[in-house]
Each structure stands twice: as structure tokens, then as C-alpha cells.
T-cell receptor, first 111, second 113 residues
Framework: QKEVEQDPGPLSVPEGAIVSLNCTYS??????FMWYRQYSRKGPELLMY????GNKEDGRFTAQVDKSSKYISLFIRDSQPSDSATYLC???????????FGKGTSLLVTP | ETGVTQSPTHLIKTRGQQVTLRCSSQSGHNTVSWYQQALGQGPQFIFQYYREEENGRGNFPPRFSGLQFPNYSSELNVNALELDDSALYLC????????????FGAGTRLSVL
């Protein structure tokens, strides 16, 4: 079993919809939780990060961490066609240095 | 743009050859990490360099090696290339006090024939 599980999709939604992306993990030592966006043939772009548990909001994006369930989410409000990309969750521990990634979820927002 | 630059952008090699990939970290960042991303997969951690020393390594064989220079730029070297080494190689930089928050470059796409 991989330490980080993420449904690869693809996920297709109409423009303006609320998108929910999720990851589960098994390592209770993880304390840093990141979301990256990756466009085709480009490097991952850091969207948001959270330390420990709780919620964090940045514009149309909200990240949630539930450590009791080992479950993290990224919500995108008022989705736009430009949000079409692969979304990667990544996690690491306090003593670590390596980011552990999910496989990524492919999102398509249709006009 | 993150300020992390990688070169070359694309490289084609044959099995058994050696390759060197380069990375310049974001200004002020003293830590560089390397990842391998196969098609349709998330990035896999190769190793990290902090102050010119290897700070941690993932599950990659010794033919994957690296260097970090005094200006914090870095190289990834891969010897005896195999077909399965074909992937996008990503470099990420971070500040030493917060190595978990990593910013990625655009990557080098390596094709091994």
C-alpha cells in the first residue's frame, strides 16, 4: 500500500462548479500537507500548504486537513477552464525532507 | 515563475550512456531536492542536498548521484542509463529552515532509447 493515495480521475466539471479533490494517507508522522498544480509538460506549482491540521483559504482555494481520518481535501470554488490541470497532493514529516506525492488527479473544467 | 531553472529542457540518450542534469535554485534557497516523475505518476524523491552535502535519499540505486555547489546550484548524474529511466526529472528548492516547502522547476524530460 502506498503511503499517499489519490484518485487519478479524470474529473470533468462545468465552469463555475465547486471542485473537491482528496487524498488519504497512512503515515501518522506526516505534518506538512501541500497541494500542487501541474499543467501538461510543466513542473508542479505550489498552490497551498498547511502545517498540522485545520483549514486554510486562499482566494478560490480552500485546503482542509483531518489528521484523525488521515484525509486531506482541496476545494476550488467557481472553477474556471484555466483550472484544468493535474492536482497533486504531497506530504512530509517534521524530521523528513522528502515529499511523498499522490499520483495526481486530472481535472477538466469545461466552458 | 518560481525562479528555479533547469537545463536542458529535453534530452535523448541511449541505454548505457551517462547524463548530467542541472538546476539553479531560487534566490536565497540553500536546499535542492531532486525527483523523478514517470508518465501518469506523482514525483518520486531521489535525494536532497543541503549546504553541499546529501541530506537524504530515496529508493534509487547508486548510479543516481548528485552534487551541490557553493552557489547552491546542483547537478543530477545518472550512469548506465536504462529504458526505465525515461521520465521527467524535477528539481525543487527550499530554505534550509523550512525544507518541506519546496518550489519546483519546469523539469528536464529524459528519453532513453
Amino acid at each position: 500500500q502506498k503511503e499517499v493515495e489519490q484518485d487519478p480521475g479524470p474529473l470533468s466539471v462545468p465552469e463555475g462548479a465547486i471542485v473537491s479533490l482528496n487524498c488519504t494517507y497512512s503515515n501518522s508522522a506526516f505534518q506538512y500537507f501541500m497541494w500542487y498544480r501541474q499543467y501538461s509538460r510543466k513542473g508542479p506549482e505550489l498552490l497551498m500548504y498547511t502545517y498540522s491540521s485545520g483549514n486554510k483559504e486562499d482566494g478560490r482555494f480552500t485546503a482542509q486537513v483531518d489528521k484523525s481520518s488521515k484525509y486531506i481535501s482541496l476545494f476550488i470554488r467557481d472553477s474556471q477552464p484555466s483550472d484544468s490541470a493535474t492536482y497533486l497532493c504531497a506530504m512530509s514529516s517534521n524530521s523528513g525532507y522528502a515529499l511523498n506525492f499522490g499520483k495526481g488527479t486530472s481535472l477538466l473544467v469545461t466552458p | 515563475e518560481t525562479g528555479v531553472t533547469q537545463s536542458p529542457t529535453h534530452l535523448i540518450k541511449t541505454r548505457g550512456q551517462q547524463v548530467t542534469l542541472r538546476c539553479s535554485s531560487q534566490s536565497g534557497h540553500n536546499t535542492v531536492s531532486w525527483y523523478q516523475q514517470a508518465l501518469g505518476q506523482g514525483p518520486q524523491f531521489i535525494f536532497q542536498y543541503y549546504r553541499e552535502e546529501e541530506n537524504g535519499r530515496g529508493n534509487f540505486p547508486p548510479r543516481f548521484s548528485g552534487l551541490q555547489f557553493p552557489n547552491y546550484s546542483s547537478e543530477l548524474n545518472v550512469n548506465a542509463l536504462e529504458l526505465d529511466d525515461s521520465a521527467l526529472y524535477l528539481c525543487a528548492s527550499s530554505l534550509g529552515l523550512d525544507r518541506n516547502i519546496q518550489y519546483f522547476g519546469a523539469g528536464t524530460r529524459l528519453s532513453v532509447l
